[in-house]
């Protein structure tokens, strides 16, 4: 079983800067690729970021490309989400996932476990 624990949320004006973490437990880290989603009221869970099991791709919704950055560190089961030059429309939940096996990066229903989400807020 997986455990995903996010942290980092919170109120930042526009143009500010974010890092969400999350923490994974009960798992062998090292093995799963990682996904952090959004969700704002009213709207579907949308794809942000993900990073292979080893970190070396990387993948971006059209909406963060060149803003956000996801990162993972294998010795502290930890992976991240740096969000720079955030926008107003960056306001949503968001949730952290880990992918055990095969499927597209980009859909929700390739995850396997998922946190409880963390809200991100972007003041005008």
């Known amino acids: 079983q997986g455990r995903l624990v996010e942290s980092g949320g919170g109120l930042v004006q526009a143009g500010g800067s974010l890092r969400l973490d999350c923490a994974v437990s009960g798992r062998t880290f090292a093995n799963d690729a990682l996904g952090w989603f959004r969700q704002a009221p009213g709207k579907d869970r949308e794809f942000v970021a993900a990073?292979?099991?080893?970190?070396?791709?990387?993948y971006y919704g059209d909406s963060v490309k060149g803003r956000f950055t996801i990162s993972r560190d294998n010795a502290k089961n930890t992976v991240y989400l740096q969000m720079n030059s955030l926008k107003p429309e960056d306001t949503a939940v968001y949730y952290c996932?880990?992918?055990?096996?095969?499927?597209?990066?980009?859909?929700?229903?390739?995850?396997?476990?998922w946190g409880q989400g963390t809200q991100v807020t972007v003041s005008s």
């Open positions: 990073i292979s099991y080893n970190g070396a791709s990387t």
């Open positions: 996932a880990l992918k055990a096996l095969g499927g597209s990066y980009y859909y929700t229903r390739s995850y396997d476990y």
